[in-house]
């Protein structure tokens, strides 16, 4: 039983910053782990993505320069760095995972979800 538990959103003006935190349990070794992001009224897109074997990271080209995604293998921990937050990035953020060889930010890649935690950029 694979559990991820986003925390670390809230409210926020234009130009500020926050770090987002997953935490992955259970008896599973993700390679991609990745967040998403959802706006009411919106399908869920790709934020970024971070491939735990090699590091590798992939980005969505409206947050590339701004959001940062890394990993800490050692506390079963992604993050999700952002800088100069917008108000279109306001959104549901959610942490996946999944097996693959090759990460993507496709939400139908991925298994294992999160709930989810809120953002709000105001501006």
């Known amino acids: 039983h694979v559990q991820l538990v986003e925390f670390g959103g809230g409210s926020v003006q234009a130009g500020g910053s926050l770090t987002l935190s997953c935490t992955v349990s259970?008896?599973?070794?993700?390679?991609?782990m990745g967040w998403f992001r959802q706006a009411p009224g919106t399908e869920r897109g790709g934020v970024a993505a971070?491939?735990?074997?090699?590091?590798?990271?992939y980005y969505t080209n409206s947050v590339k320069g701004r959001f940062i995604i890394s990993h800490d293998d050692s506390k079963n921990m992604v993050y999700l760095a952002m800088n100069s937050l917008k108000p279109n990035d306001t959104a549901m953020y959610y942490c996946?995972?999944?097996?693959?060889?090759?990460?993507?930010?496709?939400?139908?890649?991925?298994?294992?979800w999160g709930q989810g935690t809120q953002v709000t950029v105001s501006s």
């Open positions: 996946a995972a999944e097996d693959r060889v090759f990460c993507t930010l496709v939400p139908d890649d991925y298994t294992y």
């Open positions: 259970g008896d599973y070794v993700s390679k991609c």
């Open positions: 971070i491939y735990t074997g090699h590091g590798g990271t």
